[in-house]
C-alpha cells in the first residue's frame, strides 16, 4: 500500500516550452501533496504545499506563476513548469499525506528528472 | 520555524558493522519523526518513523530511538548489507494533517563488502 506514481519519469525539453508533471497516490486519497526540488546531492526544498479543492501555499522565493500546481482531485496533483528555462533543470519529487489519519506520514512519488535545453 | 540537522554527512562502513545516524531539532513542539533512504535517482522511500510518545523503535534491522528533552533522535542500522548504501533523511514535523516535513541536509551511507 502507500504508493505514490509520478509521470513522466524523465522529461527534455527546448527552453520557452512548459512541462507538466504529475503526482497520483495509487491506493489512497490525498487532501495534501507536497511539490520538492532536488539538485544533485542536497537535501530536498520544499517548493508548495498542494490542497485539494483550494489554492496551493508557495514556499518563499518561489514563483508561483512560473510553477503552477492544480490538485483537482483527492489522488492527482499536477505541477507545470511555465517557460521552461535551463535553470529549472532539476529533480522534481511529490509526496503524499493520506488524508484521514491525523500525522503527517508522506508517501514519496520517484520523482522526474526534468531538463531543459 | 524548525531547522533540523544531521549527521554526519557521509559515513562508510564494512558489510556487517553497525551505522548509526543523528539528528537534532529545534521546535520542541514537533513530535513527528521520519526517517527516508534515497537511492540514486529514486524517490525517497519511508524506511521508519517515531512518534514523540515512544522512546524507541525497532523494525528488523533498523531502529530508532528519541530523545526529546536533549531533541535529537538517531537511526540505528544493525548488520548492514551493500543494499543500505543510499542518502538517508531524516525530517521532523508537528505531526498535524498536511503540515509539512523539515528534512535534514542527508547522509551518504557506503556499505563495503
Known amino acids: 500500500g502507500a504508493v505514490v506514481s509520478q509521470h513522466p519519469s524523465r522529461v527534455i525539453c527546448k527552453s520557452g516550452t512548459s512541462v507538466k508533471i504529475e503526482c497520483r497516490s495509487l491506493d489512497f486519497q490525498a487532501t495534501t501533496m507536497f511539490w520538492y526540488r532536488q539538485f544533485p546531492k542536497q537535501s530536498l526544498m520544499l517548493m508548495a504545499t498542494?490542497?485539494?479543492?483550494?489554492?496551493?501555499?508557495?514556499e518563499q522565493g518561489v514563483e508561483k506563476d512560473k510553477f503552477l500546481i492544480n490538485h483537482a482531485s483527492l489522488t492527482l496533483s499536477t505541477l507545470t513548469v511555465t517557460s521552461a528555462h535551463p535553470e529549472d533543470s532539476s529533480f522534481y519529487i511529490c509526496?503524499?499525506?493520506?488524508?484521514?489519519?491525523?500525522?503527517?506520514?508522506?508517501?514519496f512519488g520517484p520523482g522526474t528528472r526534468l531538463t531543459v535545453l | 520555524g524548525e531547522n533540523v540537522e544531521q549527521h554526519p554527512s557521509t559515513l562508510s562502513v564494512q558489510e556487517g558493522d553497525s551505522a548509526v545516524i543523528k539528528c537534532t531539532y529545534s521546535?520542541?513542539?514537533?513530535?513527528?519523526f521520519p526517517w527516508y533512504k534515497q537511492e540514486l535517482g529514486k524517490g525517497p522511500q519511508l524506511i521508519i518513523d517515531?512518534?514523540?510518545?515512544?522512546g524507541e523503535k525497532k523494525d528488523q534491522r533498523i531502529a530508532v530511538t528519541l530523545n526529546k528533552t536533549a531533541k535529537h533522535f538517531s537511526l540505528h542500522i544493525t548488520e548492514t548489507q551493500p543494499e543500505d548504501s543510499a542518502v538517508y533523511f531524516c525530517?521532523?514535523?508537528?505531526?498535524?494533517?498536511?503540515?509539512?516535513?523539515?528534512f535534514g541536509k542527508g547522509t551518504t551511507l557506503s556499505v563495503s563488502s
Open positions: 521546535d520542541s513542539a514537533s513530535n513527528y
Open positions: 498542494s490542497n485539494e479543492g483550494s489554492k496551493a501555499t508557495y
Open positions: 525530517a521532523a514535523s508537528r505531526d498535524q494533517a498536511g503540515t509539512a516535513l523539515i
Open positions: 509526496s503524499a499525506n493520506p488524508s484521514g489519519q491525523g500525522t503527517d506520514t508522506q508517501y
Open positions: 517515531i512518534r514523540s510518545n515512544v
